[in-house]
């Protein structure tokens, strides 16, 4: 009954991130060059390194089956949780010299043992659990139909290892920015019927540090090694705040409505219709740059603007689909 | 060979903001005996901001655009990342889900309209990769890019989330390692050059709310690029082509150092490499100057 099963060996050359923050004033990277197996994955390799090379080699681990998320470090800039990634796809993916490094370089406390101050303060920030009246002596448990939990769409598996939140652009330029992660655990629970939470949504839609700043480059989604996909959360909420009628008349949210304005009118989008609807007055600010747009004839003229073909069919569409309001 | 022919998703952009890369894309599918059959009727996709409003009308206005590709029978070619990303992601919604499509047709019946799921949808930098293939253009360069250091920037969109890109296209990417784009410039003569932030995020999408993290992730691009000691950038994206072209001083300003480099629609490197004039290309159109042809 049994098939075969080779396990296969290959030379690759670690090039790990080394820094004590006691000790060091800068980081720097020590070289290992090790036989490495079709069965081995990442966690196994920072084992190595400290059990076989060098005993103070750092590093967070301890289910080693992708529940705790301790382990989430980088291999090539990817985000990844050690213990769940195989070397096999590493090497396939980034070939035999791979580069191994805390979450973000900037928080490194020892080796890969980073800071993680931050992205705790923002889970914290979203009130990440249930927020409802419970009967402390309940007859009978609080069932939820298989219908409404489908609706937390997968956002109560994360394990908050980070990885999301340290691949995210944003955060890395604004640190008010929430991030993924915290996006995602506010989800988890506004999407929750039991909960009643006041101004969890309100606070993740704010302006300044909300989910209107999420850039959509899907680093988020790529790398969650549970495929909760965080964006589509991001989008979630933004939805919700619409549903629930809370959406503040800003400029991120006109930015999203315009698009709808402008189909409707044109079928294409108006470009310059849409930032003047999503700026207003502020629109000045962009005037520098629409002078030497236009100079290049890349502003199309209010009577030059596109319009789609067959609009009565784009206009009926509009009118019978939409299901939001503002 | 048979005539090529796809159905071509111009996306809004292509018509007002960056013509050149409506003209390139011309130039480029003439030279190459492709024919694009121009979607008029298509909407605007959303790119990607209408769905946070209205989820359900970005569905069907997308289905609707599909729609259209169907009844000629033909694959949806786009030639904007962000106009693929939700087009695709359209698709792969409603094949996925026969309820949501179901839906998605009671309101496209209306205008007697019906998504099907027949038609594939992809990028024209897929297109020419994956139909025409590499070794093709190779033949067909008549004038090599041999003296440019060339840097491919992606663009989010065409990347990620992998698993639904890779639907969409034969030739594989990883969004970790894409390969495309810097094949393509090997093919036209050029050097590819390789750098931290090619597959990274331009900031297009937070322009308007959130200025400062889009003009430090244009400038980081930028930067890269020139400590790459690139001539001059490549984007199949329109979105990342104008905010790398026109917020350079935005940019500039946000990361503490003056970039700029020329950054070109990868319709206008293929036909540069094809021998297409500078005008026939739009090359006028830029604001970084392109000075070097």
Redesign the interface.
Known sequence: MSTEHKITTQKVNFKVFRFNADEDYLPYYENYDMEVTSEEVVLDILNRIKWDHDGSFSYRRSCRHGICGACAIKV???STLACKESMNDMVA??GNELVIEPLSIKRAVKDMIIDKGDFWEKHEAVTPYLVADIDEEPEMENLVSPEDAEALDEADLCIQCGACHYAC??VE??ED?MGPAAFAAAYRFESDVRDNADSRLADVNA?KQGV????????C??VCPKEI?PISKI?KL??MA?QKGIAEN???VR???G??K??EKR???D?GGL?LY??GPAIVKHV??AL??LK?????MPWN??T???M???K???K?????K? | MEKLRYALFTG??A?????EQMMSTMAVAEKLGIELVEL?????C????????????SL??NA?NIAYAEKHGLTMVTICNTCQLNTAMTKHRLDENPELKARVNE??A??G?EYKGTSDITHFLYAIIDDIGLDKIKEMVVTPLSQFNIAPFYG??NI???ELQNETHKTPE????PTSLDDLIIACGGQNVDY?EKN??C?F??E???P???A??TGNAIAGAMDGNADWMVTPCPLCHLKLD??T??ASEAIGREVELPVLHMQQMVGLALGCTPAELGL????AKVDFV
């Not at chain 1, 019978?320 to 939001?324: G, H, L, M, N, P």
């Not at chain 2, 008029?40 to 605007?44: D, G, I, N, R, Y």
């Open positions: 090539n800039g990817r993916l980034f652009p944003v330029i604004n920015f302006e209107w700043d999420c850039v959509k480059c899907f680093e989604a790529e996909n989008t933004h939805q619409f800003n400029v991120a930015h999203a409505v698009f709808k402008s189909i079928g294409v989008l470009e930032v999503s700026e520098p740059v030497k747009m290049k004839g890349k502003i199309a603007i596109p789609s073909d067959n009565d069919e784009i009926k569409l509009v019978s689909s939409s299901t939001a503002f | 809004c952009t018509k007002q903001s960056t013509p008029t009727e298509a909407s605007c959303g790119a990607s901001h209408l769905q946070d409003y209205d989820d359900f009308l069907v206005l609707r309101k496209l209306e205008v309209l989010c969109h990620r989330p992998s990883s969004a970790y390692r931290e990274k995020c900031g999408h937070v308007l709310q959130a400062h993290t889009a430090v992730l026109t917020q001083a935005h006028n159109h830029h604001l």
